[in-house]
């Protein structure tokens, strides 16, 4: 539904000036007085670029060192390699769920 838009028995939607300002009445407005969520279809946005954060991780020298081998083995980036195998875990993991 777009912005301006409403549906039966629903508020109107503000026009925002900026991100901030939707983010603010977003924060403190329940959607559904202004959506009809049954009426809700899934969107994917498979182009995006996921956003990252840099974290500090202390992890032991010796494992580091194995990392760091097998990424050379497979020809990545250690960082990459590290990416994927908590990727595959958390895989594993939300499947046991």
Do not use: C
Not at 5 to 26: M, Q
Not at 51 to 74: F, G, K, V
Request: aromatic share 8%; proline share 4%.
């Amino acid at each position: 539904m777009k912005k301006g838009s409403t549906h039966k028995n629903s508020k109107r939607i503000p026009t925002f000036r900026n991100e901030d300002k939707e983010r603010e009445f977003w924060s403190s407005s329940d959607s559904t007085d202004f959506l009809d969520w049954d009426k809700a279809k899934v969107a994917a946005f498979s182009d995006l670029k996921p956003t990252t954060r840099a974290i500090s991780l202390r992890i032991p020298e010796t494992m580091l060192e194995q990392i760091r081998r097998i990424a050379n083995e497979r020809d990545v980036p250690y960082q990459s390699l590290i990416k994927m195998f908590l990727k595959d875990r958390i895989n594993q993991e939300l499947k046991r769920s």
